[in-house]
């Protein structure tokens, strides 16, 4: 198994383990604050919408026309990137860091999906810079942050369980 097969194959249950930890801190997180259960239909439509070159919906995604399957397209989609950033970490650290992880890295890898998110996917789906446009900007930055950095845990748990 060469290099780039050795990183695909680690990489991609580190990614499926720290996204669905991901997953049930947005449950938890739905329960204890008594909100609406997550959705990823309207990242379904970005992407989705994205073989069309639409990938900015200034008016929010929301507005864009619906599309066959994107809820469907939105779980594919997450499950894709969080496998993406598994893939990212063990590229920069090398596969040796499944073997024998550390949280540092795991960590600065979570942080970096809270900037990717802030910066291109809440711009891109019409909800400003940093969710600048959510209806409570401050409380969406502090969720994204933690969630995120749940998402470093399992990225670091996943890899210590495999380990």
Request: charged share 10%; hydrophobic share 55%.
């Amino acid at each position: 198994m060469g290099w780039g097969w050795e990183l695909i194959a680690k990489a991609i249950p580190i990614g499926i383990g720290a996204t669905v930890l991901f997953d049930i801190w947005q449950q938890v997180l739905r329960f204890a604050l008594r909100g609406p259960a997550p959705s990823w239909t309207l990242p379904g439509r970005w992407f989705g919408h994205m073989p069309r070159l639409q990938f900015v919906h200034p008016d929010g995604v929301a507005q864009a026309a619906p599309l066959p399957g994107e809820d469907a397209i939105g779980w594919i989609m997450h499950y894709v990137v969080g496998i993406s950033f598994a893939v990212a970490l063990l590229a920069i650290w090398g596969t040796s860091w499944a073997i024998e992880p550390t949280f540092g890295p795991a960590l600065i890898v979570g942080l970096a999906t809270v900037g990717l998110g802030w910066f291109v996917m809440q711009p891109c789906m019409g909800n400003g810079v940093a969710c600048s446009k959510a209806p409570n900007p401050a409380k969406a930055r502090a969720l994204g942050i933690i969630a995120h950095i749940v998402f470093a845990i399992g990225l670091y748990g996943t890899a210590l369980v495999l380990a």
